[in-house]
């Protein structure tokens, strides 16, 4: 097979397989051909190309989303690929026959599309029961704006120059969204991929994902936000530039991102769960409890209706801490009970539940009647849970946890604070400045300081109970 088509798929794939063997390819893509020129004789179908439909479903070929890259030998001799593996195969085989066959992309999809009897068709080349969807279907299935179909970001036929920036973007897709180091090759193959599809959001977008990964924030944010300067409705784009700036403590930034966001179709439509959580996020360090709450609930009604409940957990150690930060003590203690049960690795929401407990007045014998009811297996949980039922002393839990010392504060802040206040806001202090911004522990410990120095610079300004000073646990 020597059309430019051919050349130029096999160009930018053996420079990640350099070994590659076209020749046998080319045959098992002239054997395909062959099988659908036999059966044509006798099985007539309204459009040609669902004969390739059935060749590839008679010769065993079965989709499989998982597969990394674009492994054609894998293809052909495994007969399993992800989607843009089948368009390619379907593309090089329909080019053998004389058709026109062109590679379609949605979020998160390869399609092949061609014109036949003068209808349009949309071809699923492995979807064997269902294989020919017109461009409803997408728009509806894969929320595709109306604008990004009219400016050519999805639902339109690839060049060949473009196909070849969408294959470098799949070899390079498996290594971006994990985190691998990209070498100096990565990089050039990254250059060339923009060289030949300009439109192509997903690198822009899975380069940027890298950069988060290796939290190198400033570097994700300018990916991100290239990519949304070409499609402002790619979600995935927004949403990781949203955890992007919450990670750079640019929480009013992200929370200005909902105006202009919601000038794009998808978000006033179809704002996703991921979104809303780290919308709800920003506005928790922001101390805007209501609209984090507004948010983290739209969150759970949508993963209730689509039954998804593990992601609720994710949910409610967030909805725990905003009843906390709120003085809902009770809630916050229902909630965070609910959490801990649904999961031993939850453990730790018991220790935030007699926490609640504590605040709102419980005596010790009913928080000492509860942890009773629990068996904590986590032995530094079970101190924390010690600490607040009044059975072990400050002192011990951090002789007996030394290497804790960060996460310890925000607790002994916590139980300090009802009753030496001072001192609960020192130990915050310390929390706040040496655990990661991303744990729950540094959440706690930053807006109960925020909270306390906001409510006494409100009421007794010359007595204020804030202090910069940083209490060092020895």
């Not at 590839?56 to 054609?72: H, I, S, T, Y």
Request: hydrophobic residues 35%.
């Amino acid at each position: 097979m020597h059309s430019s088509l051919a050349k130029k798929i096999c160009s930018v794939v053996k420079i990640d397989n350099p070994g590659l063997s076209w020749e046998q390819i080319s045959q098992k893509i002239i054997e395909i051909a062959n099988k659908i020129k036999s059966i044509s004789k006798n099985r007539r179908e309204v459009f040609p190309c669902e004969n390739l439909v059935y060749v590839l479903k008679c010769m065993g070929f079965r989709p499989d989303a998982c597969a990394p890259g674009v492994d054609l030998e894998r293809l052909t001799q495994k007969r399993t690929g992800n989607c843009v593996e089948i368009s390619v195969l379907s593309i090089l085989v329909g080019e053998h026959l004389g058709w026109q066959l062109h590679a379609k992309r949605v979020p998160n999809h390869m399609l092949v599309h061609t014109r036949a009897n003068g209808k349009s068709i949309n071809l699923e080349v492995l979807s064997f029961e269902q294989p020919i969807r017109d461009d409803d279907y997408y728009i509806k299935n894969y929320a595709i704006a109306i604008k990004q179909k009219e400016s050519g970001i999805y639902l339109r036929d690839l060049s060949e120059d473009e196909l070849a920036g969408e294959i470098i973007s799949k070899l390079l897709e498996e290594k971006m969204q994990t985190g691998q180091q990209l070498s100096s090759k990565d990089w050039a193959m990254i250059q060339l991929s923009l060289s030949k599809n300009p439109l192509g959001i997903d690198i822009y977008n899975n380069v940027g994902l890298n950069y988060l990964l290796h939290n190198k924030y400033h570097r994700a944010e300018l990916w991100f936000r290239r990519a949304l300067d070409i499609d402002g409705n790619c979600i995935s784009a927004a949403n990781n530039l949203i955890e992007t700036l919450i990670a750079q403590q640019k929480y009013q930034e992200a929370v200005s991102c909902e105006k202009s966001f919601n000038k794009y179709e998808l978000y006033r439509v179809n704002l996703p769960p991921s979104l809303m959580q780290n919308f709800g996020k920003a506005h928790i360090r922001l101390g805007n409890y209501s609209r984090a709450s507004q948010y983290l609930a739209g969150v759970v009604k949508l993963y209730q209706k689509v039954k998804i409940i593990g992601q609720i957990d994710l949910v409610r150690p967030y909805q725990a801490c905003i009843a906390f930060f709120q003085k809902q003590f009770v809630k916050s203690a229902s909630i965070a009970l609910e959490w801990a049960k649904s999961d031993n690795k939850y453990e730790i929401g018991f220790v935030w539940a007699l926490s609640a407990y504590l605040h709102s007045g419980m005596d010790k014998v009913r928080r000492r009647q509860l942890l009773e009811q629990v068996d904590i297996q986590d032995s530094y949980v079970s101190s924390l849970a010690h600490l607040f039922c009044e059975k072990i002393t400050a002192r011990e839990l951090i002789n007996s946890h030394p290497h804790k010392k960060s996460e310890t504060a925000c607790y002994l802040g916590e139980y300090f604070f009802r009753t030496k206040p001072k001192d609960a806001l020192k130990y915050w202090n310390y929390c706040v400045s040496c655990q990661p911004r991303q744990t729950f522990e540094h959440l706690r410990a930053f807006r109960n300081l925020a909270d306390t120095k906001r409510l006494n610079n409100a009421t007794v300004p010359s007595k204020t109970l804030y202090t910069k000073e940083k209490y060092c646990i020895t």
